[in-house]
């Protein structure tokens, strides 16, 4: 079966927590993936990480990464000093990740997170610096054993990698067995065509997926049609990891940042978002069986 996983800030409203916590809640739980913001751990000492990993090894979770690289950092600006600024952050980001044994990070990380100020419509000077950054990037991904994953992300959150389509354009001009592609369903129902058409293109280049209803709540909660997305999984045989990414409570950096602006679970405390998460795992399970792919 498939490692099913899931965020850890369908918990909690700020991007650092208590990943100690989470750990353990995932595995209580029955996931076999908690998946964090990958920038907390420039904070962390080295001993620190090596502290969470042995926690996750004793339970038998696998911690995996996910970033909303900072503008700050971002390597596809027109600005030279901002863009080897960020190549620089995020090499350091995979070391940090190699000190625990993490072998994924995916996200918006291939450009600053947000559609660029001064942005007149022509991507083709972010997309070329972008490119630039990433052959630079992905020879530290390479000798740290990560594989870095670009996801596919909706208009509003990049101007770059919107579609399955440039996804794998984006992969193939890196050329590099340590790059792949990330699809998340949130997204792909807001840019696809067609979701398992998509799935269907990106084939053997899929290495990480993730799931989110339409509205960003727990897979089974909205109207997307899990059939047609788990019956193309089963298509292009997927065997990769499953990391649901639900947002649903207002408030915090999180809240502000993914533009959540009321609460999608009734009445939010931790029981409650337990037993959303427990829900969601058991959703998964069901069309995992469905499609003989458990």
């Not at 208590?18 to 920038?39: P, R, S």
């Not at 080897?84 to 072998?103: A, C, D, F, P, S």
């Not at 050329?175 to 129902?189: A, E, F, K, Q, R």
């Not at 209803?213 to 193309?232: C, K, Q, S, V, Y």
Request: aromatic share 10%; proline share 2%; net charge negative.
């Amino acid at each position: 079966m498939n490692k099913l996983g899931i965020f850890m800030n369908f918990w909690e409203k700020n991007w650092d927590a208590d990943h100690a916590k989470y750990i353990k809640k995932a595995k209580e739980i029955g996931f076999d993936v908690l998946e964090f913001q990958a920038q907390p751990l420039l904070e962390m000492s080295d001993e620190k990480i090596r502290s969470l990993k042995a926690l996750a090894d004793e339970v038998g979770i696998e911690l995996t990464y996910s970033l909303g690289l900072d503008r700050n950092y971002d390597v596809s600006s027109l600005d030279e000093n901002v863009r080897t600024g960020g190549v620089e952050y995020l090499q350091n980001i995979i070391r940090k990740m190699h000190v625990g044994g993490g072998t994924l990070l995916s996200g918006v990380s291939y450009a600053g997170w947000g559609t660029p100020d001064n942005f007149l419509g022509d991507k083709r000077p972010y997309w070329e610096q972008s490119i630039k950054s990433m052959k630079e990037i992905i020879k530290v991904a390479e000798e740290c054993g990560v594989t870095y994953c670009v996801e596919a992300v909706n208009r509003f959150e990049t101007c770059l990698i919107n579609t399955a389509e440039e996804a794998l354009r984006y992969v193939a001009e890196i050329d590099s067995p340590n790059i792949g592609v990330l699809l998340d369903t949130y997204h792909m129902n807001i840019e696809e065509n067609n979701i398992g058409d998509a799935i269907r293109l990106v084939g053997n280049k899929l290495t990480s997926f993730h799931t989110g209803e339409n509205n960003r709540t727990a897979p089974g909660r909205g109207h997307l049609d899990w059939d047609e997305i788990f019956g193309a999984l089963a298509d292009i045989n997927y065997k990769g990891r499953i990391v649901s990414e639900p947002f649903v409570m207002e408030g915090g950096e999180v809240g502000r940042d993914i533009h959540v602006y009321r609460n999608l679970v009734e009445n939010p405390t931790e029981a409650r978002i337990d037993e959303e998460a427990a829900y969601l795992l058991n959703f998964e399970k069901e069309m995992l069986k469905k499609y003989n792919m458990a």
